[in-house]
Structures are given as structure tokens and as C-alpha cells.
């Protein structure tokens, strides 16, 4: 397992790179980030580092505020970013509204899950080890 910092950027997001003291968390993001949510989020940085850029609006994350803050605590000086500059105010908003809602609009399969989870030897960043206990006392289909 990866120490806390220094910041690992998938190898396509290296050129996106962006200094940390660049960038701000969206003070209309509507959007909150309990501590478990940062937790996992934090943890899938260390073990998988950043995958997907942010979107950022003249220096505002519009989509990432919680890897923002993740990567922040972690000591990361550097973020993988895209701009959305070609948005206008109310556009970036909106986006950033569409952004979190399709992401909630989407379901489980719950046997599906079931098999990925159980399948995995080992953690996995948002699921305590009660929950993937839960789901292996669950009947449910194996998709073998």
C-alpha cells in the first residue's frame, strides 16, 4: 500500500497537472462531503492515485471538490485538472448540478456487486469490511 503523498497522476494526467494552491473548492457546490465520503476518496488516491481529472472554471472545481480536498489532505501539491472556461456562469453550475445527479440516477445490480466485491482480495475504497461481510451472507447469483 502507497504512503500518504507525494501525489500519483495517472501517466495520460501528468500533462493536465495543476499546482494545488491553484485551485479552489466551489463555495456554491451543493454537493457535501462527509468524513466517510473523504475517507474512501482519500484511500482511492493512495491505492489507485487520480484516474480522472477535475473540471475546473476559472480556478473553481466544478466537478471534484471532493478529490480536491482529499488530495489536499493528503499532502498532494498537485492536481490533474481540465477547464471548462468555454462554460459560462450559470452553464458551469449547471454542469456541476448534472455531474452529481447522473451519478445518483444510476443503480446496482446488486448480484453483480455482490460477485465484484466479494471477488476483490482485499479493500476497496467506500465499502467497510462489515458491509462486504453483509453481502457474502446474502443469496445471490454468482455470475460465473
Known sequence: ???PGPE??????APLARPLAD???????????PERNLAAI????????QRRPVVVRAGVVVAGNGTLAAARALG???????????????EARAYALA???????AEWDPDLMAD????VDGEV???????????????????A
Open 1 to 3: 500500500m502507497p504512503p
Open 116 to 119: 465484484e466485491l466479494l471477488a
Open 99 to 105: 455531474d452529481n445527479r447522473t451519478a445518483e440516477l
Open 8 to 13: 500519483r497522476l495517472a501517466p495520460g494526467l
Open 76 to 90: 498532494w501539491t498537485r492536481l490533474a485538472a481540465v477547464d471548462a472556461d468555454d462554460l459560462g456562469e450559470v
Open 23 to 33: 485551485l479552489r473548492e466551489d463555495p456554491r457546490n451543493a454537493r457535501r462531503h
Open 125 to 143: 475504497p467506500g465499502w467497510s469490511e462489515a458491509e462486504r461481510v453483509a453481502l457474502a451472507e446474502l443469496p445471490h447469483e454468482a455470475s
Open 42 to 49: 482519500r484511500r482511492s488516491l493512495q491505492l489507485y492515485g
